[in-house]
Each structure stands twice: as C-alpha cells, then as structure tokens.
C-alpha cells in the first residue's frame, strides 16, 4: 500500500466511523552495521538521526578508545545506544564441551555487559547455545544454562539484561520451549530478544510474540520469502511475514521497547526507505 492508498483507507475508516490504526509505542533502531562503515562514527550516528532512527544496537568493542568515540559519536548526535549485540557466542558457544571455548564466550559476554553499561545501554544480545554433531539438545540446555547463571550477577550489578535472540541455531524450536527457557532463570535479568524475520522457519511471528508476551524485552525487524527449500533475504514488508497480525500482537502483549532493523548496509536513500517502512509497520498499515 502507498501513502495515497493508506491515505484513502484511512478516510474511509474515519468515514465508516472506523479508527485508525494506532501508531505503537515503539521507538525506531537500527544495527550500526546497516550504516557504511566508510563513514566516521560520528558520521555514521549522524546519518542513522538524519534519516529517522532513534537508537543504534552496536557490537561488542574491545577497544576502549574506541568505544569512547562510539559513545561521543552518539551523544554528539543524539542517538541513543539501546543495546549491544554480543560477538562472542557464534565461535565461542557456552554449549561447548571444551572450557577454553567456554571462558572465551563468558569473557565475550563479560566485554559486551560492560560496554552496554559504558554506552548506557540496557540490554546485550545473547545467542545462548548452538546444537551441532557435538552437542546435543539437552546439553545445549545445561550447558548454556549453568554458563548464563555465572553471568547473572554480573548484570545484576550492572543492571543491564541479558537477552536471548532466536536464530538458526537449531535450539529454542518452539515459543513454548523459549519461554520455558528464560522463566528457567527466574531473573529479571534474562529475558528474551525476538526476531520477528528469523522465525518464519519455525513458525509465526504473531505466535511466538503472543506466548512469550512480557518476557520480550527487544525485537528484531527483517523479513525473508520463502519458497519451497529456498529462502532470500528482502525488504521489510515484501517478504512472507505477516505484519499486520506482527502489529496486532505487539499490541495486545503492549510492548514499548525498540524495533531494531537488522538489515544489509545501504546509503541514505535506503535507509530513508527502510525507516518510511518500519513507520508503515508501526501503524498498522
């Protein structure tokens, strides 16, 4: 639907005594990798305010001259860090047999607690395990279990969450499981971060929103078309996710955190274009 069509609908409703949709309060992110990196970073936090975005997820620094140029970069700008996308757990899983592997990914997770509560940040992305043909489904569970409970005090201290991101990690199938998961901790220190793109392989986003409700403290936007055994990365809202029951289940669960964009890099036409979409989303349109 175009602005003239959206436009039409809406006077119709209003003509109908219908109401419009109402826009979510939902603040509008992005992935930092989505700017071009050949940009400065003050530039790069520029041109995410410029062309719509409130707040930036960045990934974890280990540089502290670095980090301090990220956090003046988003001062300066006025682009608030919500969260940190940790780096560590992709190679270095905590569902791992080996303990190198192990304390490699508690210290990654460990530089990504600190760096959220440098940049002011409240959540860090976490993929908790990887189920492979040497871990099982079940140790996967124990063994990422036991690892994020060391963690917890930690993000108490901190007081930021850590929280659990859904991917292709064959792990976490169902929103049953998912929840069963994170109420597992009982910490309000765990929660869930869900990516509504992410899940169409397992399910439907509106699903999963809906069963784990409050324990959703960030969301992921993306979308993907799927045919038969192949699938594409695309465009918010050209892809096979349902976004008008996406909208009507962040509604009913009343969430107000941030919908970040986890999309490929582009210039600021595209990211105009990707930020008049997710204004689309967020209005039920």
Same mark, same amino acid.
């Given at each position: #639907? ?31 990798? #989505?700017? /071009?990196?050949?940009? %400065? ?21 280990? @540089?502290? *001259?670095?980090?301090?140029?990220? *956090? ?12 940190? #996308? ?6 270095? /899983?905590?569902?791992? %047999? ?10 990654? #997770? ?6 959220? *509560? ?24 124990? +063994? ?8 917890? /005090? ?33 910490? /309000?220190?765990? +929660? ?86 997710? @204004? ?6």
């Amino acid at each position: #639907m175009n602005r003239r069509e959206f436009l039409a609908a809406s006077a119709a409703a209003a003509g109908a005594g219908l109401a419009a949709p109402a826009r979510l309060p939902i603040t509008k992110a992005l992935y930092i990798g #989505m700017l /071009p990196k050949q940009l %400065s970073y003050a530039d790069r936090f520029k041109l995410a305010r410029d062309t719509g975005f409130e707040q930036v997820e960045c990934a974890t620094v280990t @540089d502290e *001259k670095v980090a301090e140029e990220i *956090k003046k970069a988003a001062e300066s700008a006025g682009v608030r860090i919500h969260s940190v #996308m940790n780096e560590s757990h992709w190679r270095y /899983p905590l569902s791992s %047999s080996d303990p190198e592997t192990v304390a490699r990914s508690i210290q990654g #997770m460990e530089t990504s607690l600190r760096n959220a *509560k440098f940049w002011g940040a409240d959540t860090v992305l976490l993929v908790p395990a990887v189920v492979n043909p040497q871990t099982s489904y079940q140790d996967a569970w124990t +063994r990422s279990q036991q690892q994020i409970r060391k963690l917890i /005090p930690l993000a108490s201290e901190l007081r930021v969450i850590i929280a659990i991101e859904n991917v292709w990690n064959k792990f976490l199938l169902s929103p049953l499981e998912f929840a069963r998961y994170v109420d597992e901790f009982r910490s /309000p220190w765990v +929660r869930a971060y869900f990516d509504v793109g992410n899940i169409l392989l397992y399910g439907y986003p509106q699903d999963w929103i809906r069963t784990l409700g409050k324990r959703i403290v960030k969301l992921h936007l993306k979308d993907f078309r799927i045919r038969k055994s192949t699938f594409e990365w695309v465009q918010l809202r050209e892809g096979d996710v349902n976004w008008g029951e996406v909208y009507k289940a962040l509604a009913e669960i009343g969430y107000k955190g941030p919908a970040t964009c986890e999309l490929a890099a582009g210039d600021e036409a595209y990211l105009r274009d990707v930020s008049q979409r997710v @204004d689309a989303i967020l209005s039920g349109a």
